[in-house]
């Protein structure tokens, strides 16, 4: 079975400023995603950035991006120059690519704030 | 294009009712799934229908059951509630078992069991 590990349950940065949140997980797989998904206050859950592990390349949205190390199984989602709005849990998910099997397991979420 | 619709956003039962959810998915998409949300157990993986066949099952007992539709709409059933079932439950949907990976969430039904 495979676990998501978040070990920062709360942080919190200025405006403008980078922060990175991190994301550990463990599988056996050799081919798989990893999320990252926002759920602000208004409960929606949102994906931010998808990465596939056959890909070595970081996957990046605008000031969204993350840095996958497979060998390390370490997925961490950098936010630069961040914004009120990105006020909001931020939860590490994983799914296995294997057909029948394409479940989201999650961590257990950091709660993000973003200081005026 | 409008996104997940779950109904209702809100509800309150008492232990040993049963609650029906419903969630219509994005237009085209034809795989649901269920998740359930709470501040102890966290996010996790209730059952995915797809074609009105169940695909896929978490660890859940035989009282949380679930079904899919003709036109992709998905209930799930809870039967005799108890206080754990208190949460919220996420539905989301993608376009089928290929795989891309994305899934769009809609925005819950909170489940208040008293």
């Known amino acids: 079975a495979q676990t998501v590990t978040q070990s920062q349950p709360e942080m919190s940065v200025q405006e403008a400023e980078t922060v990175t949140l991190s994301c550990t997980y463990d599988t056996s797989e050799s081919n798989y995603y990893l999320f990252w998904y926002k759920q602000p206050p208004s409960r929606q859950m949102i994906l931010v950035i998808r990465q596939e592990a056959y890909k070595q390349q970081n996957a990046t949205e605008n000031r969204f991006s993350v840095n996958f190390q497979k060998a390390a199984k370490s997925f961490s989602l950098k936010i630069s120059d961040s914004q009120l709005g990105d006020t909001a849990m931020y939860f590490c998910?994983?799914?296995?690519?294997?057909?029948?099997?394409?479940?989201?397991?999650f961590g257990t979420g950091t709660r993000l704030t973003i200081i005026p | 294009k409008a996104g997940v619709t779950q109904t209702p956003r809100y509800l309150i039962k008492t232990r040993g009712q049963q609650v029906t959810l419903s969630c219509s998915p994005i237009?085209?998409?034809?795989?649901v799934s269920w998740y359930q949300q709470t501040p102890g157990q966290g996010l996790q993986f209730l059952f995915e229908y797809f074609s009105e066949t169940q695909r896929n099952k978490g660890n859940f007992p035989g009282r949380f059951s679930g079904r899919q539709f003709s036109n992709s709409r998905s209930e799930m059933n809870v039967s005799t509630l108890e206080l754990g079932d208190s949460a919220l439950y996420l539905c989301?949907?993608?376009?089928?078992?290929?795989?891309?990976?994305?899934?769009?969430f809609g925005e819950g039904s909170r489940l208040t069991v008293l």
């Open positions: 998910a994983f799914m296995s690519s294997n057909f029948g099997n394409e479940k989201l397991t």
């Open positions: 989301a949907s993608r376009t089928g078992p290929a795989n891309t990976g994305e899934l769009f």
């Open positions: 237009s085209g998409h034809r795989s």
